[in-house]
């Protein structure tokens, strides 16, 4: 074989291997922020996510959801540590001689028919909801119960709202979800 035949082969060959690795690339495409959130589920897997500013927010170990339903008292519980300790808590308190939680859907603003309290401790200087802020941070949302299992002790629903306090940025939290073994 000539040497400037050979060489065009090789050259060939060489081009048909850089285009196969090109596309058979094993490199997925990245998720999007809300790809990233648990699945909207209803089996008691101890999840939690939402987006909060439009970035994902999530917790990673079925220890760090948690949720319980005493005398018409509703707390989620949330929490993660990476970037920094976070969490985020939302509580429904009934009045105590008369519970009505059931599935449906729930102000978190302030009412005369329950009393919401939203929670979302972000850093040292900005905690929603907390002992250095009042009830009146939470400007609006909801929160949906789909599943609330009173006999094996699941809850789950999606959950919105906007909370501020002074000298903090306005929180949007958006697409949450949990699916949360509770304790009774």
């Not at 005398?71 to 519980?77: D, H, R, T």
Request: hydrophobic residues 35%; proline residues 5%; contains cysteine.
């Amino acid at each position: 074989m000539k040497p400037a035949l050979q060489i065009l082969y090789t050259a060939l060959f060489c081009s048909c291997i850089s285009l196969e690795s090109c596309t058979l690339s094993d490199d997925p495409k990245p998720k999007t922020e809300l790809e990233k959130l648990p699945a909207i589920t209803q089996e008691g897997k101890d999840t939690f996510g939402c987006l909060v500013n439009g970035k994902a927010w999530f917790t990673t170990s079925i220890t760090n959801a948690t949720s319980n339903y005493q005398l018409g008292s509703l707390q989620l519980s949330a929490v993660i540590d990476k970037p920094s300790h976070q969490s985020i808590s939302i509580s429904l308190l009934e009045d105590i001689g008369d519970p009505v939680l059931t599935i449906g859907e729930y102000d978190l603003a302030p009412s005369a028919e329950y009393n919401p309290w939203v929670g979302f401790f972000i850093s040292l200087t900005c905690y929603y909801g907390g002992s250095s802020a009042t009830r009146d941070d939470t400007i609006d949302g909801k929160l949906t119960i789909t599943r609330f299992d009173k006999t094996i002790y699941i809850i789950s629903g999606l959950f919105e709202f906007t909370t501020v306090h002074n000298g903090c940025d306005t929180l949007k939290i958006t697409n949450g979800r949990f699916d949360i073994r509770y304790a009774p």
